[in-house]
């Protein structure tokens, strides 16, 4: 497993990314976080840019989460940390909360997905099934989690891999028009050129919807009563226009939801300096 340190004696910061990310994904954040006060910790998940494709084909929550923990509590030393992530790293500090205790002392998240509470939702009056955008901008998770070697060998090269990748961040509805830049964009999804880390990652999407075994069933089917800020970047069409309501219900003891306007799924990139500051506020008054 790969991961990036600094600050070094500072209160450990787990930063956590998603998909179609790596660690690359927190560059404006690690050394203002670190110069704030942190030990910031951004691994590569298991089977994402430089960390290794795993043996096991384990892709799910509670496989992230357990090397999380053994990084953290295991290799770095620390009883506990704080965290934050969103998308897929999100929902992996989510569980890393519950699944061992103490560990996650505070988190930040941002366009995430969240708790399945069914009953919850509806008794607050939240829609039971997707709107007709969201399941336009949500066409990939189904064709990634059913269809992963279909759309490997679709791709078929580096290149093929690395422009899917990049459109996730310069269309799709995901970041807000512009906010990352041709460039970046294709430094992002470098790391996806290599075939079998590519499909290693889609192996998070097959988990989700049941065509690869999980490891064990994630903790993910009650509220999370880790204190929580919540962010949420409003540009992002691919999460739940609900998101704010609905996290609401999910963290209880929660500060948020907190609007960042002009951000969107990628918002620890789009809008870092706000990221930064309203996380080293929320970290540290605890």
Known sequence: ???????????????????????????????????????????????????????????????????????????????????????????????????FEGLIERQVLFNTVLPLLPDEYAAAGLPKQPTD?????????????????????ELASGADRV??????????????????????????????????????????????LGERPLSEMPRFFEPNLTPTLVLYGPEDQVIPREFPRMCELAFPNRSGPEVIAGAGHFLQWEAADEFNRRAAAFLLAG
Request: charge should be negative; charged fraction near 25%; include cysteine.
């Open 1 to 99: 497993m790969a991961w990036w340190r600094e600050g070094a004696g500072g209160k450990p910061l787990l930063l956590v990314h998603g998909w179609p990310e790596t660690k690359l994904i927190w560059e404006r954040n690690v050394r203002p976080l670190a110069e704030a006060g942190f030990e910031v910790i951004v691994p590569d998940l298991r089977g994402f840019g430089d960390s290794q494709v795993p043996a096991d084909g384990f892709q799910d929550l509670a496989a992230h989460s357990r090397d999380l923990e053994a990084l953290v509590r295991g290799i770095l030393g620390h009883s506990s940390c704080f965290a934050a992530g969103g998308d897929l790293g999100g929902g992996v500090i989510q569980d890393m909360g519950l699944r």
């Open 133 to 153: 955008e969201a399941r336009a901008n949500a066409g990939y998770f189904v064709r990634q989690g059913r269809d992963a070697d279909g759309l490997c060998a």
């Open 163 to 208: 422009a899917y990748v990049k459109s996730f961040y310069t269309g799709r509805n995901w970041a807000a028009p512009g906010a990352v830049p041709e460039i970046d964009a294709e430094r992002m999804a470098a790391p996806f050129a290599d075939s079998d880390s590519f499909r290693s990652s889609l192996g998070n999407y097959e988990s989700a």
